[in-house]
T-cell receptor, first 116, second 117 residues
């Protein structure tokens, strides 16, 4: 009964490869997010979707493409992986973004991506 | 400009004592939300407590309380009766609304708390 789940938990791959990380939430939330946490633990938002519509698209390389097939899923596809993409990627969801406590984000367990 | 500032990279506290983790924020949005998260060494991000900018009272959740001082733009986390399991990284975060981009979320750089037996 995991609220926000991500697969895989660990991903080790070669430079130049394409990979995907999947995220699912069973909380019935409308909004989902992708974050990148670097080696210094700095957490930065990458994307946010509300009811399958992109609402936040931070300055990230266009090698990163989110896809939301339905409001319970938000996948992250990364093309042509680079060494600097190595990080922990977190998926999160919130009930909505209407302001107030319903903006509270609940995080998945994270995916540790290592690019060799 | 940095929106969330956590000035304490590392903190130590004796078990059973209280500890305050500092957080200051910067926004011109009159309606904003402040959050604290805990990240233990296992890596997951755990939501602890929320404070809305219009909330009259400081938020409390069990041993966690948020010392919200709006005029000073500070939202410090107070952990009472520290336990060994409280050793973790703690992040302060803010949701603010910008007219040109909508809701934005900002995280601080975190404070590493170590509880000493």
């Amino acid at each position: 009964d995991t609220a926000v789940s991500q697969t895989p938990k660990y991903l080790v791959t070669q430079m130049g490869n394409d990979k995907s990380i999947k995220c699912e939430q069973n909380l019935g939330h409308d909004t989902m997010y992708w974050y990148k946490q670097d080696s210094k633990k700095f957490l930065k938002i990458m994307f946010s979707y509300n009811n399958k519509e992109l609402i936040i698209n931070e300055t990230v390389p266009n090698r990163f493409s989110p896809k939301s097939p339905d409001k319970a899923h938000l996948n992250l596809h990364i093309n042509s992986l680079e060494l600097g993409d190595s990080a922990v990627y977190f998926c999160a969801s919130s009930q909505d973004t209407s302001g107030g406590k319903t903006d509270t984000q609940y995080f998945g367990p994270g995916t540790r991506l290592t690019v060799l | 400009a940095q929106k969330i500032t956590q000035t304490q990279p590392g903190m130590f506290v004796q078990e059973k004592e209280a500890v305050t983790l500092d957080c200051t924020y910067d926004t011109s949005d009159p309606s904003y939300g402040l959050f604290w998260y805990k990240q233990p060494s296992s890596g997951e991000m755990i939501f602890l407590i929320y404070q809305g900018s219009y909330d009259q009272q400081n938020a409390t959740e069990g041993r966690y309380s948020l010392n919200f001082q709006k005029a000073r733009k500070s939202a410090n986390l107070v952990i009472s009766a520290s336990q060994l399991g409280d050793s973790a990284m703690y992040f302060c975060a803010m949701r603010a609304y910008l007219s040109n981009t909508g809701n934005q979320f900002y995280f601080g750089t975190g404070t590493s708390l170590t509880v000493i037996p």
